[in-house]
């Protein structure tokens, strides 16, 4: 069987394995705080915490302005991305109304008199012989 030294140096070792860690933790602390729940939080000497605490207030200050400045950057670039929408909705619309309109078969219409043929020859024929009789009259004696 087990020695009575054996069972001794068990249990202080038990102890000292226990004890010494909590003593580490807690060592520079100047003021015990009670845990609600347990395994939560991180348990800090007052000088660092001071510290920790005057970062994070300052920190957060300089994070909340930076994320408010992103927020309105983001939100005018959303807008402005709307409004590009809306414009690129309508110009599509009205492309999609003229192609419609390019598409549809209209029916062939009468050109006007004087873009027809017999009309433009019978006036270079009128010209012709008014041109011919001038040139015969200016030239004869």
Do not use: Q
């Amino acid at each position: 069987m087990l020695g009575m030294n054996t069972w001794t140096l068990r249990i202080v070792s038990l102890v000292l394995v226990t004890a010494l860690p909590s003593a580490a933790v807690a060592e520079g602390c100047k003021r015990v705080m009670s845990v609600s729940t347990p395994c939560v939080g991180t348990l800090l000497p007052l000088k660092v915490s001071a510290s920790a605490l005057k970062c994070l207030k300052t920190c957060k200050k300089e994070a909340e302005a930076r994320a408010a400045h992103a927020k309105k950057i983001s939100d005018a670039k959303l807008d402005a991305s709307y409004k590009l929408l809306a414009l690129e909705k309508g110009h599509s619309s009205k492309l999609g109304s003229l192609l419609d309109k390019a598409l549809t078969k209209t029916p062939p219409t009468k050109p006007p008199f004087w873009e027809s043929g017999v009309f433009i020859g019978g006036v270079g024929i009128l010209l012709g012989v008014g041109i011919s009789v001038l040139y015969e009259r200016a030239t004869s004696p």
